[in-house]
């Protein structure tokens, strides 16, 4: 009985690896060069959902900078969603993150005398605290973390303008494919 049961979850398993790979060649047909895609911080829910950050070469060979991406199970189907915008609030309410992009959309045309924050959104995507901080430093990205509520939050600055928040943003998901907000230094949260 024992024996049946382990052969069961890992036939478990191979489906649902081979169904991340049929979703994975669906999203990297989003990619100029699908046959280039590197996936990261894959992680699947309960319900069958896959949320993640892909990137792919250029026509000229180089990566672009990753994306965040959904696959949304309905009718037997996966329905893409890849953000090309670094912002998209559907992908964020699917995969985590959604609360702090609201409240920093309601704040976006509030001044920020104390500078702008790149805060990574919480989450499977950014994994263990040490290891998230560690990449950032292997990157050479400055970085410190604060708790709120008990939980620890990565952030990064404050800038002194939001659009130097926002290349911090850009160039770490470009290069980790970790998802952040841009929002104001010292905000209620």
Known sequence: MRKLAVVMAVLALAGCENEVEGIHKQVAEHLHNPKTAKFANVRIDTQGMVCGQVRGKDDNGQFEAYRSYVAVKRDGQYQILVDDTGNNLPIRELCGG???QRRADALADQPAPDGWDVEVIQGANMGALSD???RLIEKGIPSW??????????LMGPFPSKAEADARKADVMARLGT???VIQHGVER
């Open 132 to 134: 998230m901080t560690a």
């Open 98 to 100: 959604a609360d702090l």
């Open 179 to 181: 998802d952040s907000v």
């Open 145 to 154: 973390v604060e708790y709120r509520a008990g939980k620890p939050v990565v």
